[in-house]
């Protein structure tokens, strides 16, 4: 049965390039993608569009766009476009069955155990090479073609050639052996994490912290699974409805490092809640750190810090969040260890001499008693007696002193008498 193309329907141009010299290459997915962009050539395309229309993953879209564009048949929209009478395509298989002879592409020069400079921390180093490139260099070495066969082990299918292109780069550029490799694939594969983007970051870390060995490698990976579940532990303790942020997954690691027990990690969360009505990280760690440097290690020692400066705030009618300078204050409180009854007498002190609460002056007032060894309220009210009738008698001796000083002298009053008498015989 011969078939012919029904003409009754809307019809759009697709480049004779694509059937002439990619068809054979093109995947699938390829073609999809190209078909929805061919189709829709005045719409501003995200990958997470042609995703979502096509119903597939992500990566996959990538994959299509990179094979298009290194094919020459798609080109960055931002550029001015070439003045060229024919396109040049990066790699093709021609429409005859002619064997091809792979043309040897060398790998990057590197000394033993020496490291070379990479110009990118990802696989994009590669990205100025074809698919043909890179096929070529796979086939002129039987370690990095055994490497992407053993790679379907963890990718459960054949990687494709973004992924392949993650692999060259690690074994290439990175200088990674198989083994090591496969162990980071492994890993990436237990904990789901198999997108390049994943692949690139911890092949990179590895490098850059010279993690080139297989037993460095499995201790890195046994951290990585311990880090994976304590992250997995925080997320439940926290009911955190999607993956921690990067920075997020920092703070968690320095906990995880620190070994805070749960009942702090708990308190800690349900303190910034309360305090500023949501989850945030950050403030979470700015507690967790207080009580680190005030030494606090259990859940008694940490409420007991909190109703004190609870009590602190509602002694002196602090209502929104301190400022600076008084959370340090209330914290040098804390930690010194004040009773209530004398932080408010200062307190009142201080409003009796100011007409209003100032913290640095109720400081002065704490730091002299202190220094007097004063720690109850009788001994500071005694201070305090003390101190008025002190400044009384300095008062009264003064005011003595400064009448002593107004008193005439013998001669004084004899020669004043004299000028009061001449004044009244005149």
């Not at 068809?23 to 995200?46: G, T």
């Not at 259990?298 to 409420?303: T, V």
């Not at 309220?377 to 003390?386: G, V």
Request: hydrophobic content about 35%; proline content about 4%; overall charge negative.
């Amino acid at each position: 049965m011969e078939y012919r193309i029904n003409f009754g329907f809307k019809a759009f141009a697709v480049p004779s390039a694509v059937v002439d010299h990619l068809i054979r290459l093109a995947k699938e997915n390829h073609l999809k993608v190209l078909l929805y962009l061919l189709r829709n050539p005045e719409q501003n395309c995200s990958t997470a569009k042609i995703a979502g229309y096509l119903r597939l993953d992500e990566e996959l879209v990538k994959e299509a766009l990179e094979f298009w564009t290194q094919a020459n048949i798609l080109q960055d929209a931002s550029q001015p476009e070439p003045d060229i009478e024919r396109p040049h395509f990066a790699f093709s298989i021609p429409m005859t069955d002619m064997p091809q002879q792979p043309v040897p592409v060398s790998a990057p020069v590197r000394k033993p155990d020496q490291k070379i400079r990479l110009s990118a921390n990802t696989s994009e180093e590669l990205i100025g090479m074809s698919q043909q490139d890179i096929a070529d260099m796979i086939h002129a070495s039987q370690d990095l073609e055994r490497l992407i066969r053993d790679s379907q082990n963890y990718f459960h299918r054949d990687p494709n050639s973004m992924q392949v292109r993650s692999l060259v780069w690690m074994h290439e550029y990175l200088g990674m052996k198989n083994e090591i490799i496969l162990i980071l694939l492994q890993y990436c594969s237990s904990v789901q994490k198999i997108s390049t983007g994943d692949l690139d970051r911890i092949a990179y870390n590895w490098w850059e912290n010279d993690i080139l060995t297989e037993d460095l490698a499995r201790k890195q990976v046994a951290c990585l699974k311990e880090l994976h579940t304590y992250i997995a532990y925080i997320r439940r303790l926290f009911e955190l409805d999607s993956n921690p942020t990067k920075s997020q997954k920092e703070l968690i690691e320095r906990w995880q490092q620190t070994g805070y027990p749960e009942e702090l990690l708990q308190y800690a969360h349900d303190l910034t809640v309360e305090g500023i009505g949501k989850k945030n990280f950050k403030y979470i760690d700015k507690i967790l750190k207080g009580w680190t440097e005030k030494g606090i290690t259990d859940l008694e020692q940490a409420k007991k810090e909190h109703e004190t400066f609870v009590n602190i705030r509602r002694l002196f009618g602090i209502k929104s969040e301190p400022t600076k300078n008084q959370e340090k204050i209330i914290e040098h409180w804390q930690q010194t260890g004040y009773l209530e009854e004398l932080l408010e007498y200062a307190h009142d002190l201080s409003v009796e001499a100011n007409g209003h609460e100032n913290f640095n002056y109720i400081s002065k007032i704490l730091q002299n008693w202190e220094e007097k060894g004063i720690t109850n309220l009788e001994q500071a009210k005694e201070a305090r007696e003390n101190f008025t009738k002190e400044k009384k008698s300095k008062g009264n001796s003064r005011k003595k002193e400064n009448n002593k000083n107004n008193q005439l002298t013998d001669e004084e009053r004899e020669g004043y008498l004299r000028l009061v008498n001449r004044f009244k015989e005149d």
